[in-house]
Nanobody, 124 residues
Framework: QVQLQESGGGSVQSGGSLRLSCAAS????????MAWFRQAPGKEREGVAA???????TYSDSVKGRFTISQDLAKNTVYLQMNSLKTEDTAMYYC??????????????????WGQGTQVTVSS
């Protein structure tokens, strides 16, 4: 069992940056793959980035080159550094976890544990 708590959301102008954090507690963090998802009003939740316990990463095409996922195993925390933000990045951002298998998909159904979300709003 893993509990996830996101933080770091807020409002920023287009072109700006934000860093999201997700603190994990409960079970052994290093046994899990972590991911960030987002959901805009009226749209389906979509995968943004994922990271495995060995540090391997994957990104959606829409954020590749702008967002960076990283983790601090000592702090049981995963981060999402978001640069060059666009208005279309506005969404609720969720942290998610699944047991590490060496595979880090960006599909909602593959992740078992979810945080409550943090809002990111990008204005023009």
């Amino acid at each position: 069992q893993v509990q996830l708590q996101e933080s770091g959301g807020g409002s920023v102008q287009s072109g700006g940056s934000l860093r999201l954090s997700c603190a994990a507690s409960g079970d052994t963090y290093s046994s899990y793959s972590m991911a960030w998802f987002r959901q805009a009003p009226g749209k389906e939740r979509e995968g943004v980035a994922a990271i495995d316990m060995d540090g391997s990463t994957t990104y959606s095409d829409s954020v590749k080159g702008r967002f960076t996922i990283s983790q601090d195993l000592a702090k049981n925390t995963v981060y999402l550094q978001m640069n060059s933000l666009k208005t279309e990045d506005t969404a609720m951002y969720y942290c998610a976890a699944k047991a590490s298998t060496g595979w880090i998909p960006l599909s909602v159904g593959d992740y078992k544990y979810w945080g409550q979300g943090t809002q990111v709003t990008v204005s023009s």
